[in-house]
């Protein structure tokens, strides 16, 4: 997955990688580990996704939590 990819899925499906096809998920995950520009994309669609959904910043740690725990860094 390239950052043009990542970018359109986050557009098309939103920052909750649960949500995406399985192997899109590994992609992106693949693809945040790697990249401060995906990271950024990721961080931003997060914010959105939650603002349109009146959340609060607890589910944003979710995300990044569950995303860390994916890739082997979880604090």
Do not use: C
């Not at 899925?9 to 401060?36: K, T, Y």
């Not at 931003?44 to 995303?67: C, I, K, M, P, S």
């Amino acid at each position: 997955m390239d950052i043009a990819e990542f970018k359109a899925r986050l557009e098309e499906l939103g920052a909750d990688l649960s949500r995406w096809p399985a192997a899109d998920e590994e992609a992106a995950l693949e693809l945040i580990a790697a990249s401060v520009e995906a990271q950024d994309l990721f961080a931003h669609a997060a914010a959105d996704d939650l603002a349109l959904e009146g959340e609060d910043v607890a589910r944003v740690q979710a995300l990044v939590a569950r995303a860390k725990d994916r890739l082997g860094r979880g604090e």
